[in-house]
T-cell receptor, first 113, second 111 residues
């Protein structure tokens, strides 16, 4: 069974530029999560989807971050414009339901210059 | 505020040693506790512990949940260099249905 797929794996951009990350969850997993992981810290939840509905986006900085999960499968996380402090690893995870174990993708390492 | 704290933050041992990693939590509504191993980037699931399953074992790894002390330990016996990684502890919050992670323990196994 394929795991969670994310792309790109690495991204380097200049500040004020837009950037987008893509995630394909494990087949059949209804719940999808985006996490932010700063160096030396554990992941922090940005947004959780149940199918195509964002059920928890309380930690998403909505002035510059947006996300979508059209058709309840793949998801895209966007930052516009990026700031220096956005440099981090962006992890996507999925689970069969919000009660079950979350499985993580390899993440996208973003560097904003 | 929900909080998960891991200790030590960093640990260096020799191959063959036994290590114990600690995780304590203060959360509003506990559902389960999970351990992940993170090499390079993707956290890999190790164990889930709930009120009905407070001890788990897989090979050289084992974990115990102490609901009275609001803590958990992860034991690794006969460590190997391949065990070098960051070990993350997370608590699943009932109701909010979100994972709150600790800061991780960086384990280094020297040959």
């Amino acid at each position: 069974e394929a795991g969670v797929v994310q792309s790109p794996r690495y991204k380097i951009i200049e500040k004020k530029q837009p950037v987008a990350f893509w995630c394909n969850p494990i087949s059949g997993h209804n719940t999808l999560y985006w996490y932010l992981q700063n160096l030396g810290q554990g992941p922090e939840l940005l947004i959780r989807y149940e199918n195509e509905e964002a059920v928890d986006d309380s930690q998403l900085p909505k002035d510059r971050f947006s996300a979508e999960r059209l058709k309840g499968v793949d998801s895209t996380l966007k930052i516009q414009p990026a700031e220096l402090g956005d440099s981090a690893v962006y992890l996507c995870a999925s689970s069969f339901s919000d009660q079950e174990t979350q499985y993580f993708g390899p993440g996208t390492r973003l560097l904003v210059l | 505020e929900d909080k998960v704290v891991q200790s030590p933050l960093s640990l260096v041992v020799h191959e063959g040693d036994t290590v114990t990693l600690n995780c304590s939590y203060e959360v509003t509504n506990f559902r389960s506790l999970l351990w992940y191993k993170q090499e390079k980037k993707a956290p890999t699931f190790l164990f889930m512990l709930t009120s009905s399953g407070i001890e788990k074992k897989s090979g050289r790894l084992s974990s115990i949940l102490d609901k009275k002390e609001l803590s958990s330990i992860l034991n690794i016996t006969a460590t190997q260099t391949g065990d070098s990684a960051i070990y993350l502890c997370a608590v699943l919050i009932q109701g909010a249905q979100k994972l709150v992670f600790g800061q991780g323990t960086r384990l280094t196994i020297n040959p």
